[in-house]
C-alpha cells in the first residue's frame, strides 16, 4: 500500500482554500495582458512551491525552487518592481539557490533514495500551514490596502533606495554588513582543512 | 514497502565490493576518513583514467585514488598494447625481426632498427661501411627530432594548447616527407637493416635535409616564444613532479627524463657507440630557477625541465645533423650480408640512446639462423615505474602534467 | 580536389522513385492551392460575403503556399542546375544575407516611426484599420482600396504587445545568428592561427553553411538518453542554460533606440541572467548519472560564481562614475569622441575594463579558464552525455553569452555604438532624410559599430583560446580571490576617491584622459598595423618550405 495519497493531500485543499479566498474585489486593472500575465506566473510560482513540497528528489526540490524564485522576480516586474527583481533574481536565484544545490550535490549520500515523509509529519505540515494559510488570509481581507499609484516612482527608484539605506536605514545596513563579514569569516573557518597534529603523519596540501 | 531501510550508501558498498571482485574498480568506494579534529568526512573515489583517454600518451591505463581534487595513490596498468615482441624474436630471422623493432617506440622507429642492427652486428663481428653508419646517425638523429616534436605538441595539447600540436606535426611533415622519400614509409621505416641502410640515400637528398634544417632551426625560437616562456605553461609544469637525481637514477629512468633531473649521462656522448664519438654536440641537462633562461619557478627534475631538455636535444640534434651532412661519404650503403645469417652461440647486451631513453637489445644467437632468444629493454617501461611514486598528493591535472613530461610510449612499455 | 556538388548530396539518399513521388505530390498540391487562390479571390470578389481580410489572408495564403510547393518540384527536377547555380553564387548569397540581415533590422524601426506617427494625429485609445488608411492615403474617406492591405499589415504595430513579440523573435534570430557565425568564425579563426585553413568545402565560399550544416545534422542525431539519469532534469538543463543567454539580449542596447527594453536597471539584470546560467551547468552535471560530470559541473559552478564577484565589483565602476544603471545612458554617456569612452576616463576605470574583460572570460568558460570541460581532464565534463540538439543547445548559449559579454565590455567602457569620431560632428545628419540618417550611422554612432566591437571582443576571446593553455583550477581560484579581488577593491576605491578629489575640467584629469587615450590609441593602431604587416608579408610567414619533387616524379 502506497502513501502517496496522503501527501497529495495538501495540494488540493491548498488550492481550494485559495479559490476560496480570492474574491472578485482586486479587480484587474485597464490591460488585460497584465492580468493574463499575472496569472499565468502566479499559477506558476504556485505550482513550483508545492513540487518543491511535494517532490521526493532532492534535486527536484531544488529546481522547482528555481521555479519558485523565478516566479516572483517575475511578479515583482510585472509590479514594475524592476530593482528588487533583479535583485531577486541575483540574490536568490543566483545565490542562496546555487549554495543549497552545492549543498546537495556534495554531502548527499544517497542520490537516489525517496525522501517520504511520515504519515504523522504529514498530518502536523497540514495543521500548521493550514492554521498558517487561515491567519494570513484573514490578515489579507481585513488590511484596508490603499492603491498605490500604478507604476510607482520607476525613475529613480534604484537612487531611492541607495539614498535611503546610507541616511535613513544606516545602523541596518552596517549591522547586516557585520553579520556577512561575520558569516564569511565563519565560512573560511569551517572550510579550512584540519592541520595535521604531531602523530598523525602528513595531512595533504591543499 | 515494508522492510529494513538500506541506506543508499550501504546498498552502493555492497554492490560494488562485487564489481570490485570482477576487476571493475571505477565505482565509489567509502573510506570513512575522519580527519583529525573532526571536520567533514570525505569520500575518497576510485576513478579510471584510460586506457582509452586523451591525455594518457597511448593504451595507458591509470587508476586514481583521489579525494576530492587530489591524488592520493597512482597506480599505471600496462599491457594493453602487449604484442609478444620478444616471443616473434624468438621465431624470424634478425633481418625479419626488424619490422617488429620500428613498432616498439613507433615515434622514434629508426633508432630502434639502428640499436637492433647493431647488436647483430655485435653478435657476427660484422663491419658496417662508413657510408651506412652516417645514412644511420642521419635516420636516427632526424627521427629523434621527429619523435621529440611530437613530445612536445602533445605536452601542449594536454596543458591545453592547441596552437603548438598543429605546429609541431607541421614540422613533423616536411620530416615524413623526408622519410618517405629515403623508404617510402613515414611511421614504421625498416630503413636501417643488419649491414647498414637498405637502400642508398635518394638523389638530392642532402641538400633537401640542408633545406630542412635551415627552415626548421628558427621554428624552435618559435615554440620557446609560445610555450616554453609562457607563464601559464611555466605555471602547469614547473615544480610539478619533482623527481631527485638520486630517485631517477634508483628507478631506472634513462634519457630525457634523467636528465632532466641534472644527471648528465647520454649514452651517445658517455658511451659512444657507432660513430658518435666524431660529433660534437651538447648534453642538455636540467636548469635550476633562473639559470640559463629557466623561470624562476622551475626546479632540477620537475616536469617543466624534463619538456626543456627535449626542445634543447632538437637543437643538439640538429647540430650533429649537419656534421652529418658536412663529413658525409660515399661509397657502399650496406655490407655484404649473406642470405642466410647464421648466428654464433653467443649473446650480446647493446644499448642505444632511443628518444625516450635507452633501448637494450640482448640477442642470444644458437647457431641457428634464428636467436633463441631476443629480449627488449624498453625505456619508456622504466621510465613509467616511476609514475606511482612521483603522483602522490598532486591534483588531477598534475597527472596529466607528470605523465606527458614523462612521455611514454606504450609500445615500448608492452611490445 | 572534388568540388561539392548537389549529385554527390542527392544521389546516395533519395532513389528515383522517391524524387518522381514528390515531384508529382509536390505539382499536384501546387497547382490545387493555386486554383483554390484564384478561386477563392474570384468567389470573395464577386460575392462580397466573407470578409475583405479573410479573403486577402486566404488568397495570399494560399497562393504563397502553391507557389512554395511549385518551387519546390523545381527544385527536385532540376536539382543539379539549383545546385551549381547556389555554388557559384555562393559569395553574393552570403553577402546578400549579411545586407539583408541589415535591412531587415532596419525596416521595423522605419515602421515604428511611421506608425508612432499616425498614432501621435489620433491619441487616446487605438487606432482603427480605416484611420490608418485614411492616414496612408491622405484621403479621410478612404475605404477598402489599395492601402487597406498596407494599413492591415500596420495596424498591429502600434499595441506594445506586438512590438514585443516581435523584438523577441529579431533577439532570437540573432542570437542564433551570432552563434552560428561565432562558431563558424571560431574555427576559420583558430585554423588560420593553426596555419590551417579551417572549413572550405560546406557552402562553397570558405565553409560559411558549415555550422548550418552542423546545425542540421546535429538535429537529427539519436535521443540517448542515460540509464538512471532523471529524465526531466535531462531535458531541463539545456534550456535553463540558454534561456539566460537569451534573455540577455532583451536588455542589451544595440544603439539609442534599438533595445528591446531599456530597463532601467539594465546593467544588473545582465548581471542577474550572467548568474543564473551557473544552475545550468549544475543541473546538467546532476542529471548525467556521471561522477565525472557531476564533479566537472561542480568544479566548473564553482569557477563561474567565484569569478561573479570580480565581475560586480568591476560593474560598479561605471556605474559609480556615471550614476546609472540603465545601459542606453551609459552609451550616451561616452558619445563624444574616442578620448570620452570611459577605459580611459581614469587609471581605475582602465584597470577596471581589464578585469572585467578577464572576469568576463572565466564566467564563460572560455580558455584559458575552461579546466572543467577540458577534453585531456575529465573527458568533457558536464557536458559528457549530451548528445544531438541538446549539446548544440549549450554551445549556443555559450556563444551567445560570449557575444553578449564582448558587447556589453563595449558598451561600459569602450564607447558603446559610437564611433571614434564625436558624434556632435554629425548631429547634422541625425534627424535628415533615409540616405543621410544611414551615412550618419555607419559614420558616428550606429548598431553597426556596436556589432563591430562586439566582434572585435568576441575575437580577442577566440584569440586567447587558441594561444594559451590552460589553467589549473586552484590557480584559476588564486588567480580570483588574490589577484583580481584586490585588483577590483583597488579599482573601486580608486574611482571613488578619484571621483571625489578631481574635478572633471582639471589638469591632472585632462592630463590622465589624454595619456590614456594614446595608450589606447596606440594599442589599436600597433594591431592594425601588425595585421597589414601580416597580410603584406602572408606568404612569407606561414612557413611553407618549398620543396623540390624527387627528380623523375
Known amino acids: 500500500m502506497t502513501r502517496g495519497w496522503l501527501y497529495r493531500l495538501p495540494l488540493p485543499a491548498l488550492l481550494a482554500a485559495s479559490a476560496l479566498a480570492a474574491d472578485g474585489a482586486a479587480a484587474p486593472a485597464a490591460d488585460p495582458g497584465k492580468a493574463v500575465a499575472f496569472y499565468l506566473v502566479a499559477a506558476v510560482t504556485v505550482g513550483s512551491a508545492l513540487g518543491c513540497a511535494i517532490a521526493t528528489n532532492i534535486v527536484r526540490m531544488a529546481m522547482c525552487l528555481l521555479g519558485t524564485l523565478g516566479g516572483v522576480a517575475l511578479l515583482y516586474f510585472l509590479m514594475s518592481a524592476t530593482f528588487l527583481g533583479v535583485i531577486q533574481l541575483i540574490v536568490y536565484a543566483g545565490g542562496t539557490l546555487i549554495v543549497i544545490v552545492f549543498g546537495v550535490m556534495l554531502t548527499s549520500r544517497a542520490y537516489g533514495v525517496k525522501l517520504r515523509p511520515r504519515p504523522v509529519e504529514v498530518l502536523a505540515a497540514l495543521v500548521v500551514c493550514g492554521a498558517l494559510l487561515v491567519g494570513l488570509v484573514a490578515v489579507l481581507l481585513r488590511t484596508d490596502w490603499p492603491a498605490a499609484p500604478a507604476g510607482g516612482a520607476a525613475e529613480g527608484t534604484v537612487a531611492a533606495l541607495g539614498g535611503s539605506l546610507l541616511s535613513v536605514y544606516l545602523v541596518p545596513f552596517e549591522l547586516a554588513s557585520v553579520l556577512l563579514l561575520a558569516v564569511m569569516i565563519g565560512a573560511a573557518y569551517l572550510a579550512q582543512p584540519a592541520l595535521p597534529t604531531a602523530g598523525d603523519g602528513a595531512g595533504p596540501e591543499e | 514497502m515494508r522492510g529494513k531501510r538500506v541506506s543508499g550508501a550501504e546498498r552502493n558498498r555492497q554492490g560494488m565490493e562485487d564489481k570490485l571482485l570482477q576487476g571493475r574498480p571505477d565505482v565509489l568506494v567509502e573510506v570513512d576518513r575522519d580527519r583529525a579534529g573532526g571536520g567533514l568526512r570525505t569520500e575518497e573515489m576510485l576513478v579510471n583514467m584510460g586506457p582509452q583517454h586523451p591525455s594518457t600518451h597511448g593504451v595507458l591505463r591509470l587508476m586514481l585514488r583521489i579525494d576530492g581534487e587530489l591524488v592520493l595513490e597512482c597506480t599505471p596498468h600496462i599491457g594493453y598494447l602487449h604484442r609478444c615482441a620478444e616471443k616473434i624474436g624468438e621465431n624470424v630471422t634478425p633481418v625479419q625481426f626488424i619490422p617488429i623493432t620500428d613498432r616498439l617506440d613507433y615515434l622514434a622507429a629508426m633508432i630502434n632498427n639502428h640499436g637492433y642492427s647493431l647488436a647483430v652486428e655485435k653478435l657476427l663481428g660484422m663491419e658496417v661501411p662508413e657510408r651506412g653508419r652516417y645514412i644511420r646517425v642521419i635516420m636516427s638523429e632526424l627521427n629523434r627530432i621527429a619523435s621529440h616534436l611530437v613530445s612536445f605538441g602533445a605536452y601542449g595539447l594536454d596543458m591545453g594548447a592547441f596552437t603548438p600540436f598543429v605546429y609541431a606535426f607541421r614540422e613533423r611533415e616536411y620530416i615524413l616527407d623526408l622519410f618517405e622519400q629515403v623508404c617510402g614509409a613515414r611511421l614504421t621505416y625498416s630503413y636501417l637493416s643488419i649491414g647498414g641502410a637498405t637502400q642508398d640515400l635518394p638523389e638530392g637528398f642532402p641538400e633537401r635535409l640542408a633545406q630542412f634544417l635551415d627552415y626548421f632551426e628558427p621554428k624552435i625560437a618559435e615554440y620557446n616564444n609560445l610555450l616554453s616562456f609562457n607563464q601559464i605553461f611555466v605555471k602547469r609544469t614547473a615544480g610539478v613532479g619533482v623527481i631527485s637525481a638520486a630517485d631517477a637514477i634508483a628507478w631506472g629512468l634513462t634519457g630525457p627524463c634523467l636528465r632532466g633531473s641534472g644527471v648528465k649521462w647520454d649514452l651517445r656522448k658517455c658511451v659512444p657507440y657507432d660513430i658518435y664519438d666524431r660529433f660534437e654536440f651538447d648534453i642538455p641537462v636540467g636548469l635550476p630557477g633562473g639559470v640559463g633562461g629557466a623561470p624562476r619557478e622551475a626546479v632540477v627534475g620537475d616536469s617543466w625541465n624534463r619538456y626543456y631538455v627535449r626542445i634543447l636535444e632538437m637543437q643538439q640534434s640538429v647540430r650533429i645533423l649537419r656534421q652529418c651532412l658536412q663529413q658525409l661519404p660515399s661509397g657502399d650503403f650496406r655490407a655484404k650480408v649473406p642470405r642466410v645469417l647464421k648466428l654464433p652461440a653467443k649473446e650480446t647486451y647493446l644499448e642505444v640512446e632511443g628518444g625516450r631513453g635507452q633501448v637494450g637489445y640482448l640477442v642470444v644467437g644458437d647457431g641457428k639462423a634464428v636467436p633463441r632468444r631476443v629480449k627488449i629493454r624498453g625505456p619508456s617501461f622504466c621510465n613509467l615505474s616511476i609514475a606511482s611514486h612521483v603522483c602522490r598528493n598532486v591534483l588531477i591535472a598534475d597527472i596529466a602534467a607528470i605523465i606527458g613530461s614523462i612521455d611514454v610510449v606504450m609500445g615500448e612499455v608492452d611490445r | ?225 542515460i540509464a538512471g539519469a532523471d529524465r526531466a532534469l535531462f531535458r531541463l538543463a539545456p534550456y535553463v542554460a540558454f534561456i539566460p543567454a537569451m534573455c540577455l539580449f532583451i536588455a542589451l542596447p544595440f544603439s539609442a533606440a534599438w533595445v528591446a527594453r531599456d530597463l532601467e536597471v539594465g546593467l544588473i539584470f545582465i548581471f542577474a541572467m550572467l548568474g543564473v546560467g551557473v544552475l545550468g551547468v549544475l543541473l546538467a552535471g546532476w542529471a548525467s548519472n556521471n561522477k565525472w560530470s557531476m564533479l566537472g559541473a561542480m568544479r566548473e559552478a564553482c569557477q563561474m560564481i567565484s569569478y561573479e564577484i570580480p565581475l560586480g565589483f568591476a560593474l560598479l565602476v561605471p556605474i559609480m562614475t556615471l550614476g546609472t544603471l540603465r545601459l542606453t545612458a551609459i552609451g550616451e554617456a561616452q558619445s563624444g569622441g574616442f578620448h570620452t569612452w570611459l577605459a580611459f576616463a581614469n587609471p581605475f576605470t582602465f584597470i577596471a575594463a581589464i578585469v572585467f574583460f578577464v572576469a568576463t572570460l572565466a564566467s564563460c568558460k572560455r580558455a584559458p579558464f575552461d579546466l572543467p570541460e577540458a577534453e585531456s581532464e575529465l573527458v568533457a565534463g558536464y557536458l559528457t552525455e549530451y548528445s544531438g540538439f541538446r549539446w548544440a543547445l549549450f554551445f549556443f548559449a555559450e556563444y551567445a553569452e560570449m557575444f553578449a559579454v564582448a558587447a556589453l565590455a563595449s558598451v561600459l567602457f569602450f564607447g558603446a555604438w559610437y564611433s571614434p569620431l564625436p558624434a556632435s560632428w554629425g548631429a547634422a545628419w541625425a534627424d535628415g532624410p533615409l540616405w543621410q540618417r544611414a551615412v550618419h550611422g555607419v559614420l558616428y554612432s550606429g548598431p553597426i559599430w556596436f556589432v563591430l566591437k562586439g566582434f572585435f571582443f568576441f575575437f580577442v ?72 604587416y601580416g597580410y603584406l608579408n602572408r606568404r612569407r610567414l606561414v612557413g611553407t618550405m618549398a620543396v623540390d619533387p624527387l627528380p623523375g616524379g
Not at chain 3, 584622459?513 to 592594425?528: D, R
Open chain 3, 1 to 225: 580536389m572534388n568540388k561539392f556538388s548537389a549529385e554527390d548530396a542527392l544521389r546516395p539518399r533519395f532513389t528515383a522513385a522517391h524524387k518522381a513521388l514528390a515531384l508529382r505530390g509536390f505539382v499536384i498540391a501546387g497547382v490545387a492551392l493555386l486554383a483554390a487562390a484564384v478561386g477563392f479571390g474570384f468567389v470573395a470578389g464577386v460575392a462580397q460575403g466573407v470578409g475583405y481580410a479573410a479573403a486577402v489572408g486566404g488568397v495570399v495564403l494560399a497562393g504563397l503556399t502553391g507557389a512554395c510547393c511549385l518551387l519546390a518540384a523545381f527544385v527536385i527536377r532540376f536539382a543539379a542546375l539549383v545546385g551549381r547555380v547556389l555554388l557559384t553564387l555562393a559569395l553574393p548569397i552570403f553577402l546578400g544575407g549579411v545586407v539583408g540581415i541589415v535591412v531587415l533590422a532596419w525596416i521595423p524601426a522605419l515602421l515604428y516611426e511611421r506608425v508612432d506617427g499616425i498614432k501621435a494625429d489620433h491619441p487616446g485609445a487605438a487606432v482603427s484599420v480605416a484611420q490608418f488608411e485614411a492616414a496612408l492615403t491622405g484621403n479621410a474617406a478612404a475605404a477598402r482600396g489599395p492601402a487597406y492591405l498596407a494599413a492591415l499589415a500596420l495596424w498591429p504595430l502600434q499595441f506594445q504587445l506586438t512590438r514585443d513579440v516581435l523584438a523577441v523573435v529579431g533577439v532570437v534570430g540573432f542570437v542564433s545568428l551570432v552563434a552560428m557565425f561565432g562558431i563558424w568564425w571560431e574555427r576559420k579563426v583558430a585554423g588560420r592561427m593553426q596555419s590551417r585553413l579551417g572549413p572550405m568545402r560546406v557552402g562553397g565560399w570558405h565553409g560559411w553553411a558549415q555550422s548550418l550544416a552542423d546545425g542540421l545534422k546535429l538535429l537529427q542525431k539519436e535521443d540517448i538518453f
Open chain 3, 461 to 532: 576571446q577566440l584569440w586567447l583560446r587558441w594561444t594559451l593553455p590552460r589553467i589549473r583550477l586552484d590557480q584559476v581560484m588564486y588567480a580570483c580571490v588574490q589577484v583580481l579581488l584586490p585588483l577590483t577593491m583597488v579599482a573601486l576605491l580608486g574611482n571613488t576617491l578619484w571621483l571625489w578629489l578631481v574635478r572633471p575640467g582639471a589638469w591632472l584629469a585632462v592630463a590622465v584622459n589624454l595619456i590614456l587615450t594614446a595608450i589606447g590609441g596606440l594599442t589599436v593602431v600597433a594591431m592594425a598595423a601588425i595585421v597589414l
